[in-house]
């Protein structure tokens, strides 16, 4: 494997992406934490960072047990960080050196350079330069501005890049990561999901043994696709719980639910619909709905699971982004995100906790799920909130509101799915809003509800721009919601970004 040490960098996941698309595995480290370095590391990247190596307390860890006794590549500040500590000049870039620029000259032969060509277009994004390299320095490659673009030291193979590889504006620098991962650090490139499956089903069987496993089932990729890998290894040893909170989308409980009967699962569907209700009774304060419903589940699940007599062990669907441990900005102290999908079981419980994805990217999962021949429909499915249309229902929460907006929802999702347009979006879905206004039907006049319909594209749900769906499609969404959907007779379209909008309303 390759070890990724992160000093900051907003594109250390990418180096990682690129990597594993290679079919090599990788692991993302923070610099001040490196790992026992075991005979599996083949080779580490240093990851560039908004530090600047003339600061005084600039990351600076110690390479000692690294440097000279396996391949390494540093990138951007990792590049120039190489440089400083042997000697070389690192200064403010005195042109701006942020986007597209061209490979002027690439010198020798090295493995490195291997199909890199003059010309190529490289992604550059640095405030500093390397003005001065060591004696014992090459230069490998120039652009017009960066005489250092990159370099390798004599006699080790430890190389630094300038500009960017994981960014896909550099043009060949998957290449150069291959020639890097691939041929200078001898990984094979056999990390495939169909691997991945076999490898975890093994691994997993080992860890549980004859041990009865619980998981709650969401409906969502991640759970769905933790529950079959167990299910391979320890079948009907594992107990899925799926529950009915009455504020999923329409018919969802039950056809999700027969979906994972097909899949072979050994899955309770639990019917707590009145329970939710009841705990959400009056509230309209989005954190209290978002605290009751949070409660009532671990009631709700926590019951479901005494009643599997000696359960050892929790599984969840954690997934690499939510372990990766990211490196402030704002200096060198270390932020942990944690994410719990069963959100935090009583200490009671004392199970042992298995999280068989959590080395996965989101797309990971999905290529895993896809080898597993889980349900396209369970595949690709959008983020759906875990309070569900809760927080889409401004206001206090009725089962006939629930059930309005299930309609609404309905119209909606189906009509992207019939027009092609469901994959195209990143989330999508409707708010019904505590706002009634006049309109005209027939002869009559009404005062009814509005809801807005929100449709937004991203790449992680971190930000996101409002989908620009077609005025054709939004007409047809809007008269059959109105036809169609009795209490409704206003259709508005939310076109705000994230931020400073979020993606849900509340
Ligand atoms: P926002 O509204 O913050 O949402 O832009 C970003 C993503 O998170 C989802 N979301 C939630 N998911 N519990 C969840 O499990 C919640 O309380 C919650 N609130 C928002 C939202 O659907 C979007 O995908």
Same mark, same amino acid.
């Given at each position: 494997k390759i070890l990724i040490l992160d000093f900051?960098?907003?594109?250390t996941q990418l180096i990682a992406r690129r990597v594993r698309e290679l079919n090599v595995y990788c692991e993302i480290h923070p610099y001040n934490k490196i790992p026992p370095i075991s005979p599996k590391v083949k080779g580490v990247i240093l990851s560039g960072s908004?530090?600047?190596?003339?600061?005084? %307390?600039?990351?600076?860890?110690?390479l000692g047990n690294i440097l000279g006794h396996m391949p390494v590549l540093g990138v951007c500040y990792g590049a120039q960080l190489l440089a400083h500590e042997q000697g070389g000049e690192v200064l403010p870039s005195t042109i701006r050196e942020y986007g597209r620029a061209r490979l002027s000259e690439v010198h020798g032969s090295d493995k490195l350079m291997k199909?890199?060509?003059?010309?190529s277009t490289v992604w550059m994004s640095h405030?500093?330069?390397?003005k001065e390299i060591p004696d014992n320095f090459e230069i490998l490659a120039s652009t017009e501005n960066v005489k250092v673009a990159a370099y390798k030291i004599q006699d080790e193979e430890t190389y630094g890049i300038q *500009?960017?590889?994981?960014?896909?504006?550099?043009?060949?620098g998957k290449t150069l990561l291959r020639n890097f991962v691939v041929?200078?650090?001898?990984?094979?490139? %056999?990390?495939t999901p169909d691997q991945f499956v076999q490898s975890t089903v093994d691994d997993l069987k080992s860890q549980l043994g004859n041990d009865k496993v619980i998981l709650g089932l969401s409906g969502g990729v991640d759970s769905s696709v933790a529950a079959m890998l167990i299910h391979q290894a320890i079948g009907p040893n594992l107990h899925c719980i799926f529950v009915?909170?009455?504020?999923?989308?329409?018919d969802e409980f039950e056809s999700v639910l027969d979906s994972y009967m097909h899949m072979g699962l050994n899955v309770k569907g639990v019917d707590a619909k009145q329970r939710f209700y009841d705990a959400l009774a009056g509230l309209s304060d989005p954190e209290a709905k978002r605290k009751a419903i949070g409660k009532t589940f671990i009631d709700v699940f926590d019951a479901e699971a005494h009643g599997?007599?000696?359960?050892k062990w929790l599984a969840q669907g954690t997934i690499y982004p939510d372990v990766i441990e990211s490196v402030s900005v704002n200096g060198p102290s270390v932020t942990i995100k944690s994410h719990h999908n069963v959100g935090g079981l009583p200490d009671y419980m004392k199970l042992k906790v298995v999280e068989p994805?959590?080395?996965? *990217?989101k797309d990971e999962v999905r290529l895993v799920g896809k080898t597993l021949h889980i349900d396209e429909n369970i595949l690709n499915r959008h983020p759906f909130p875990g309070p569900g249309l809760a927080i889409r229902i401004l206001g206090d929460i009725t089962p006939d509101k629930v059930a309005i907006l299930q309609e609404v929802d309905h119209v909606f999702i189906s009509n992207l799915k019939k027009s092609g347009l469901y994959n195209e979006v990143w989330q999508a879905g409707a708010m019904l809003l505590p706002v009634q206004s006049v309109g005209v039907m027939g002869d009559e006049r009404t005062y009814e509800r509005v809801v807005a319909l929100r449709a937004v594209t991203s790449v992680d749900g971190m930000t996101a721009d409002w989908a620009h769906l077609p005025y054709d499609f939004l007409a047809d969404v809007s008269n059959e919601i109105i036809n169609k959907v009795?209490?409704?007779n206003r259709v508005v379209y939310d076109i705000s970004s994230k931020p400073p909008a979020t993606i849900e309303w509340e």
């Open positions: 900051g960098s907003q594109y908004p530090c600047s190596v003339r600061d005084a %307390d600039h990351p600076n860890p110690y199909e890199i060509t003059i010309g405030g500093d330069t390397i *500009f960017h590889p994981e960014v896909t504006h550099s043009a060949e041929h200078i650090c001898g990984c094979s490139q %056999d990390w009915d909170n009455g504020l999923l989308r329409k599997i007599e000696n359960a994805l959590k080395t996965l *990217f009795k209490g409704v």
